[in-house]
């Protein structure tokens, strides 16, 4: 664990590209929607706070985690975004699917960083219970959405070197 006790969700604008000009992309997993819609929530504050304009956000939904890897593949075919980010949340129950889906959107989200020029950002919590997936999507943790979205904005910076 990187820190127990911080938020690492505060950024200094002062060190972060303006946004202004970027389209970006959120995909967002249905399930655990009460996390993801938290998500969500962080990662367009973050960048609508950094200057990006409300219509060059761009959401599209899908069913799961599993899924965010075909959403994200179609939205850099089809739509003109400097960024993706895929929002999802994958809780460990009893079975071994947890890490099934884990593995499988955590590759398939490397393999369009590497087919595609335009960056897909991570952010998908795979936590081992409920209340850690609060924590982390707006809780004692901050929200990693925030993160994604800081992310998301250098990533489409260096884009543009």
Known sequence: MAT???NLSE???TTIPNAKDFRFGIVVSEWNDTITEGLYKGAEAALLDCGTETENIIRWNVPG???LTFG???MLEVKDVDCVIVIGSVIKGETM?????CQGVTQGVKDLNVLYDTPVI????????MQQSIDRSGGKHG????????A???MAHLRTL
């Not at 699917?97 to 889906?101: I, K, N, S």
């Not at 991570?122 to 219970?129: E, I």
């Open 122 to 129: 991570f952010c998908v919590l795979t936590d081992d219970n």
């Open 72 to 74: 994200a593949k179609r």
């Open 97 to 101: 699917h947890f890490d099934f889906v």
């Open 11 to 13: 950024y200094d604008k």
């Open 143 to 150: 929200n990693k959405g925030t993160e994604a979205a800081i």
């Open 152 to 154: 998301a904005i250098k």
């Open 65 to 67: 985690s599993f899924e």
């Open 4 to 6: 127990e006790n911080k």
